[in-house]
């Protein structure tokens, strides 16, 4: 059975950095991350494919946020820097098989086939 743990969620000041990690048993995965805040819709956040590594973002975090994989470990991790008010929710990590090809969509959430148990992120003022 596929899982997916998240951890490196917590409080942070506005400015500073997180980073969010997740690791994923069995197959290799490309890979994102989504958040939802309360009341709100679940949004993607960033997507990094297994082969190539190409990783895309939504346009609200561009610049600050990073994401990265170490296929060895099958662990992909969100580097999250100068945190907004905004920014806090629940980060949820996800997972598409692998060999997704040129029409695969990472910013929708149905292209994901496995998702992780969410790790809230605060950001105080």
């Known amino acids: 059975q596929v899982q997916l743990v998240e951890s490196g969620g917590g409080l942070v000041q506005a400015g500073g950095s997180l980073r969010l990690s997740c690791t994923a048993s069995?197959?290799?995965?490309?890979m994102g991350w989504f958040r939802q805040a309360p009341g709100l819709e679940r949004e993607f956040v960033a997507a990094?494919?297994?082969?190539?590594?190409?990783?895309y973002y939504a346009d609200s975090v561009k610049g600050r946020f990073t994401i990265s994989r170490d296929n060895a470990k099958n662990t992909v991790y969100l580097q999250m820097n100068s945190l907004k008010p905004e920014d806090p929710a629940v980060y949820y990590c996800?997972?598409?098989?692998?060999?997704?090809?040129?029409?695969?969509?990472?910013?929708?959430?149905?292209?994901?086939?496995?998702w992780g148990q969410g790790t809230q992120v605060t950001v105080s003022s």
């Open positions: 996800a997972a598409s098989p692998a060999l997704v090809g040129s029409s695969w969509l990472p910013g929708l959430r149905a292209s994901y086939d496995y």
């Open positions: 990094i494919r297994w082969i190539g590594s190409t990783t």
């Open positions: 069995g197959r290799t995965f490309s």
